[in-house]
């Protein structure tokens, strides 16, 4: 069993940026790949990025490329997503979840934390 929790979440300004925080508890944290996924109004979960267990590999949605930075820290049970130059297009709900496989489909994976709000004005 995996507990998430996410953090950072907030309202900026067109181009600025956040740090998202996803604390997760128990000690097999490392066993896991991590996903952030993404939830605006009225829309489907969408993948956004994902980190392998290492962390030496990571995968991005072609939207964030260049902007979105996963991370994950096994030391502390914690990945990030830095998020720079962002869009009103980004406001969202913003979820982390684990998994012991590689996805992108949000319906591959075991564990979500409760989601945290990132809200971009124009």
């Known amino acids: 069993q995996v507990q998430l929790v996410e953090s950072g979440g907030g309202l900026v300004q067109a181009g600025g940026s956040l740090r998202l925080s996803c604390a997760a508890s128990g000690r097999t944290f490392s066993t896991y790949i991590m996903g952030w996924f993404r939830q605006a109004a009225g829309k489907e979960r969408e993948f956004v990025a994902a980190v392998s267990r290492s962390g030496a590999s990571t995968y991005y949605a072609d939207s964030v490329k260049g902007r979105f930075t996963i991370s994950r820290d096994n030391a502390k049970n914690t990945v990030f997503l830095q998020m720079n130059s962002l869009k009103p297009e980004d406001t969202a709900a913003y979820y982390c979840?684990?998994?012991?496989?590689?996805?992108?489909?949000?319906?591959?994976?075991?564990?979500w934390g409760q989601g945290t709000q990132v809200t971009v004005s124009s």
């Open positions: 979840a684990a998994d012991p496989s590689l996805s992108r489909s949000p319906s591959e994976y075991d564990y």
